[in-house]
């Protein structure tokens, strides 16, 4: 059974930074892709950034030059870090192992 677990969300000010993570079980990282996704209340979810089994990454526009994808194999997790948080990064972060998802980690920037 594949599981998907993501921490490190909370409060932070605008400009400041957050490392996600989503620790896989059941599953190798590195075997697909795996992606960060985040929604917030009434929008469809958006994906934020994907790292490639190979490990190519990509990013959505809007966190482009902000944002790193990031994967430790030897401990089975992929991280997201975002800098300079900005307050419509406020939303809650997925991972997703297609098809498998985590039950998201919230992230709320504010002052």
């Known amino acids: 059974q594949v599981e998907l677990v993501e921490s490190g969300g909370g409060l932070v000010q605008p400009g400041g930074s957050l490392r996600l993570s989503c620790v896989v079980s059941?599953?190798?990282?590195?075997?697909?892709?795996v992606a960060w996704y985040r929604q917030v209340p009434g929008k469809e979810r958006e994906l934020v950034a994907i790292i490639a089994s190979e490990g190519t990454t990509h990013y959505t526009d809007s966190v482009r030059g902000r944002c790193t994808i990031s994967r430790d194999n030897a401990k089975n997790t992929v991280y997201l870090q975002i800098d300079t948080l900005k307050p419509e990064d406020t939303a809650r972060y997925y991972c997703?192992?297609?098809?498998?998802w985590g039950q998201g980690t919230q992230v709320t920037v504010s002052s």
């Open positions: 059941g599953a190798i990282i590195s075997s697909a892709p």
């Open positions: 997703n192992k297609s098809p498998y």
